[in-house]
């Protein structure tokens, strides 16, 4: 088994920054992706960012510039910095890894950004 802890969510104003945490425990023999997708009320969970075990990154499109991946391969943790929030940013954040073949996810992080 795998548990994912996230943390670093909140309320924050547009304009704003979060960064997001995500730590990775138990059976972890091979963590190749990491990910942040989220979900806002009333739609489906879609992709934020990825990052290989080799450290490659790939984000939503609209994102680019303004979310930032990246990982500490000794902590097992995954990071989000989400700067110049927006309302439209509001959403659960959930972290999903990839151990072997096998995707496990976070129970998520609610992300509230006030206009």
């Known amino acids: 088994q795998v548990q994912l802890v996230e943390s670093g969510g909140g309320l924050v104003q547009a304009g704003g920054s979060l960064r997001l945490s995500c730590v990775a425990s138990g059976s972890i023999f091979s963590i190749n992706r990491m990910a942040w997708y989220r979900q806002a009320p009333g739609k489906q969970r879609e992709l934020v960012a990825g990052?290989?075990?080799?450290?490659?990154?790939d984000y939503a499109d609209p994102l680019k510039g303004r979310f930032t991946i990246s990982r500490d391969g000794a902590k097992n943790t995954v990071y989000l910095q989400m700067n110049s929030l927006k309302p439209e940013d509001t959403a659960v954040y959930y972290c999903m890894v990839i151990v072997g073949v096998n995707p496990f996810w976070g129970q998520g992080t609610q992300v509230t950004v006030s206009s």
């Open positions: 990052i290989s075990r080799l450290g490659y990154t």
